[in-house]
DNA sequence: AAAATATGTCAACATGGCTGACGTAATTAC
DNA sequence: GTAATTACGTCAGCCATGTTGACATATTTT
């Protein structure tokens, strides 16, 4: 099987895009750059910011998740996060517990305080949201939650749609 | 932390949403997260950031563009522009152009130098977007551009409209 | 001629990433 | 039962990229 000439899939860039998508990309970005700003007015009146809110809304949509389980969510190091949740946790929006099976764990649970502000900062980007349904198919969310997860790292795709779709658990 | 029992009375915007979106809100993290990535080892290589690939990939979409205009699609100050546009400048792959009718204007465009690298960042990010839609219908592009668009402040929508679809204008 | 506009620049500071090194408690492996 | 591994935390410093405020220059508008 010498010299014969495979259709090599390439290495680096095996499929190239046929198409343009600098429309879907512009787009992702205006609609990101607007929706992520919404709870930064909320925000500043805690000294808090937009990875205070990451974490919070981490917590709240999975009350006792590990820390190792945030750290994969949110792909930073723990050093950037312990900044963050040291301040949560010190401010008394978030406690954590020791694991019940495996004491090494520090389960992250918000307290009462914690899901207050998560609901208000979920609120401009709630009503944001849901405008933008409002005006597309009844089908359109389902659509558009399947595009999104399709845009996720194809290895990662199976944790984050367990993790999403079984919102509200600790994994 | 400032003020932190605030008297949840102070609503500006008095429409309650009805149902949950932690989905799409989630989902929105994990997609942007790592779209946004994917150009991150190339422009390694360049000793750029983000912040150059997203004035790149506007100044290619919008060649002859002012600069007011991608101050305000990128919502920065024009000192943290100045910074990454300086090395745009200086590295050879964006140029500047006074206007011909307003001679203030220094109107941006990409040389070829950077219009490759442009073309280069937007590949891995094509691919994960053809890849998204593949999976479904023929009509979830159109869906998934209206339902971003939507999600732009609403005061902005025909600004971005305009920008977006009328791509490689200069406005 | 004066005022407004488009752009650039200096300096200082804030947020939130990063790496590297090190420490402690608890669990697992040999 | 000791050793290795794991889960988590922390100190220190650096980097990218946002911010404000003040000021300069050229050009256009009034």
Request: charged share 70%.
């Given at each position: 099987m010498a010299d014969v000439i495979t259709p090599s899939r390439e290495r680096i860039a095996p499929i190239f895009p046929k198409e343009r998508y600098d429309d879907l990309m512009s787009l992702l970005f205006f609609a990101y750059r607007d929706f992520i700003s919404d709870p930064d007015a909320i925000l500043a009146r805690y000294e808090f910011g937009r990875a205070h809110h990451r974490v919070l809304h981490f917590v709240t949509c999975h009350p006792g998740m590990r820390v190792a389980d945030l750290l994969d969510m949110l792909k930073i190091t723990k050093q950037s996060l312990g900044r963050v949740l040291k301040q949560l946790i010190t401010g008394g929006y978030i406690e954590q517990q020791p694991g019940?099976?495996?004491?090494?764990e520090r389960l992250l649970f918000a307290t009462s305080e914690g899901e207050a502000l998560a609901a208000r900062l979920r609120e401009p980007q709630s009503r944001r949201i849901e405008r933008a349904l409002a005006?597309?198919?009844?089908?359109a969310r389902d659509t558009i939650a399947d595009f999104l997860l399709n845009m996720v790292n194809e290895a990662e795709q199976g944790d984050v749609a367990r993790r999403v779709f079984e919102e509200r658990t600790s994994a």
């Open positions: 019940e099976t495996d004491r090494r005006r597309l198919e009844p089908d």
